[in-house]
């Protein structure tokens, strides 16, 4: 996951960050250690949803008050977390603000299985609706170990209706911010401190990736999720891209 603060950027350092990012995407491609990124837009764009005792209620704004914001994603497939640590510091937003890194938690029941990679989903031309992703945040602690597993079965199962909709691009747990390594790099040195970045009370604890009509299907898909109901799920709409960056 990518922090920064948003105006540390200029609007050509922002496009040369991009392409050098997607750079990286096509390398780590042909070695497959590169399964899906993409960069979110501004935390402006973002919509918070919780719900408390059947109750939704919806926000305009991030779910964070924090200097720096979550700005995109990489998912990789590597064996060790220094070799994630050698990736993330060749990034460049970690030159100017914060890569965290956490490993994916295994779930309890197949995930729905796409027929297309999620790259060539994303690049399809379609005016049938756009791609969302709804971060997942909630306080440590906030499921019981014996209400998490049925949370997560349900999460499951609320995947498997999406993908049967069309409307399922991926999702994932994450594992506990205590197995977070946040990454920067400063003046060509490297930084690499054990634990979540964000000092907040809720953590990002999973994604969905979606695709829908609006932002009022995804308020919809988001506030079935079962981790709205301890936390707060926080939508934001992908940058489309153009073109596959990826070969291989």
């Known amino acids: 996951m990518i922090y920064g603060a948003e105006e540390g950027w200029t609007e050509d350092e922002r496009e040369r960050c991009m392409l050098d990012s997607m750079a990286i995407c096509d390398e780590l491609a042909v070695e497959g250690k590169w399964l899906d990124s993409s960069p979110l837009h501004s935390v402006t764009t973002a919509t918070s949803v919780r719900v408390r005792e059947g109750k939704?209620?919806?926000?305009?704004?991030?779910?964070?008050?924090?200097?720096?914001?979550?700005?995109?994603?990489?998912?990789?497939?590597?064996?060790?977390?220094?070799?994630?640590?050698?990736?993330?510091?060749?990034?460049?937003?970690?030159?100017?603000?914060?890569?965290?890194?956490?490993?994916?938690?295994?779930?309890?029941?197949?995930?729905?299985?796409?027929?297309?990679?999620?790259?060539?989903?994303?690049?399809?031309?379609?005016?049938?609706?756009?791609?969302?992703?709804?971060?997942?945040?909630?306080?440590?602690?906030?499921?019981?170990?014996?209400?998490?597993?049925?949370?997560?079965?349900?999460?499951?199962?609320?995947?498997?209706?999406?993908?049967?909709?069309?409307?399922?691009?991926?999702a994932a747990p994450l594992q506990s911010p205590t197995t977070a390594t946040c990454v920067r790099v400063r003046d060509g040195i490297q930084e690499v401190v054990d634990g979540p970045f964000p000092e907040t009370k809720e953590q990002l604890g999973g994604y969905f990736l979606i695709h829908v009509a609006d932002l009022d299907q995804a308020i919809a898909v988001a506030s079935r999720i079962p981790g709205a109901r301890r936390g707060t799920a926080e939508i934001r709409p992908l940058f489309p891209l153009p073109v596959p960056h990826r070969s291989g």
């Not at 690049?123 to 209400?147: F, H, Q, R």
């Open 56 to 170: 939704c209620e919806v926000t305009d704004g991030p779910f964070a008050e924090t200097t720096e914001q979550l700005g995109g994603y990489y998912i990789i497939d590597v064996p060790s977390r220094d070799e994630a640590v050698a990736i993330a510091r060749r990034l460049p937003p970690a030159k100017k603000g914060t890569v965290q890194i956490r490993p994916l938690l295994p779930v309890p029941m197949p995930m729905p299985s796409l027929s297309e990679d999620l790259i060539s989903l994303r690049t399809k031309e379609s005016n049938a609706g756009k791609d969302y992703i709804v971060l997942l945040y909630a306080a440590e602690g906030a499921w019981p170990p014996e209400e998490h597993s049925a949370a997560l079965e349900e999460s499951i199962r609320l995947c498997h209706e999406l993908h049967e909709q069309g409307c399922y691009r991926d």
